[in-house]
């Protein structure tokens, strides 16, 4: 059993405070070291976050004394960065997704199997306490077989040909982006709840803005909404704004339809799921993330308010307030969290332990997921999905 985890983390942007704060809420994890990209000062954001040691790029934490790393880099630097971490004999922490491609995806599992070391993808949104709940109730409430889910993942960040982000150039984030930027929370969140695996898709995607103004100075995720419409650079794009989706699962007549789009006014970052089955129903919203919505054909339906007292057994402990008391976002990932570093620290790994969280499997399962929609999409046919 370790008592205290040190931990370096690469990239500081949107996203990388927010696994900060959740590191820091667990109590036995030191963030001692932090790397960002050259164009910005390491020193500075070190400073602000109070992390002891900084370095302009990563391969100098990595000579850091660390059990674990994480990686909230954008998407091109996921793979690099995880391979010289896990070859630095580091666990490795990598937000979503986890490489550009699944050559990439497949590299970091065999890397990570023959290391041995602990892997984890952040796909935050399975640790909400509804969430949990949500597959508690599939598991255990006797709703019977799953007829059809419906649901996706909807954002206005990127409504405007103003609104720009390395997101939307495929050579930073990868050929998938509404899609395999949130499209693949839904996918690895709907296959979490029910336990299906998706076996076919058939996709068509969109790019509604063909050319977008890109900022001449740096602008950091979400928030661009602050620049002035000057200064800017035209730029044509090649990835998807949105994107519809069928999917089939394995071993299940299931049928299933996922909307994604960065594009929808109105819906700032709503992940939302309803499941249709024989005894019942389920529906969740991530906007409204301390409910879960219970469908039933001969009596009322309820809506449950988060409330640890009245959850199942197996998903109470990821609701860490009492009833009335919301729990959102950040908590989610303090979940997932906390998850990945209690097993980190009894060393449950080398008990061969089956983790509890999702691992660089499930972020090559995603990659899958992302090649056969964009394989759909340019043959409009339906794509089996690889393995
Ligand atoms: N799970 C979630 O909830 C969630 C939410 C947002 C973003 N993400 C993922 O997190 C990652 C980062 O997204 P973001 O929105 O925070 O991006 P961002 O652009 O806001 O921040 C990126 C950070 O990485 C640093 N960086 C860039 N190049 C680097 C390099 N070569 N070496 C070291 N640091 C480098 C930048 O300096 C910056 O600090 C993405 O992969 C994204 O998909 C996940």
Redesign the pocket.
Known sequence: MKEKIRVGV???????P?HIESLRRLGFVEVTAL???R??SAEQ?AKALSIPKAFG??EDLLKEDLDAVEI????R??FP?AKAALEAGKHVIC???LAMDSRETKTLVELSEKTGLVTAV???HRFYPMVQQSKAVLDGDGLGPVYLIQGGFHQDWLLLDTDY???VDAKEGGAARAIG?IGT?WLDTIQFITGLEVDAVYAELKTVIPVRKKAKVAV??FAGKELKPTDYDEVAIDTDDLGIVLLKFKGADTKAVMTVSQVSAGRKCRLNYEIYCRNGSISWDSESPNQLWRGYRDKANENLIKDPALMHPSAKQSARYPGGHGEG?PDS?THCARTIYQYIKEERYIKGEKPPFPTFKDGHTEQLLCDAILESNRKGKWISVRT
Do not use: M, V
């Open positions: 690469i990239g500081a942007g949107f996203i990388g927010a790397a960002t990209s164009a910005e954001k790029n990563y909230t880099s954008p998407n630097c996921h960065q937000d979503k997704p952040t796909f935050n982000n390395w997101r930027d929370h950091e995720t976002f990932h």
